[in-house]
Nanobody, 124 residues
Framework: QVQLVESGGGLVQAGGSLRLSCAAS????????MAWFRQAPGKERDFVSA????????YYADSVKGRFTMSRDNTRNTVYLQMSSLKPEDTAVYYC?????????????????WGQGSQVTVSS
């Protein structure tokens, strides 16, 4: 059973940076598609970024394109989300997700494995 654990969230001022990590345990996720979603209070859980198992294909939501960078280190069984030029509207709980079938997509329902989430708060 794969477990995903996010870390690296916190409070940051607008314009600042944070790096989230998602460490997988239980088995290797090197062939899994991985993704990040976020959920702000009272809103739906929205797609942020997704990566193919090689990292060769990476997709971003328009709202974070150019500011966020997703990467993965399959040797460490870990994916990262580097967030820069943060805005107050980026405030949310950020979730790591995995699809064992390796399908890269933006749809929440296709990802069967989820972490517990990491809070990111951006102050103005």
């Amino acid at each position: 059973q794969v477990q995903l654990v996010e870390s690296g969230g916190g409070l940051v001022q607008a314009g600042g940076s944070l790096r989230l990590s998602c460490a997988a345990s239980g088995r290797t996720v090197s062939t899994y598609a991985m993704a990040w979603f976020r959920q702000a209070p009272g809103k739906e859980r929205d797609f942020v970024s997704a990566s193919s198992w090689t990292g060769g294909r990476t997709y971003y939501a328009d709202s974070v394109k150019g500011r966020f960078t997703m990467s993965r280190d399959n040797t460490r069984n870990t994916v990262y989300l580097q967030m820069s030029s943060l805005k107050p509207e980026d405030t949310a709980v950020y979730y790591c997700a995995a699809d064992p079938l390796g399908r890269v997509g933006v749809t929440r329902s296709q990802y069967g494995l989820w972490g517990q989430g990491s809070q990111v708060t951006v102050s103005s």
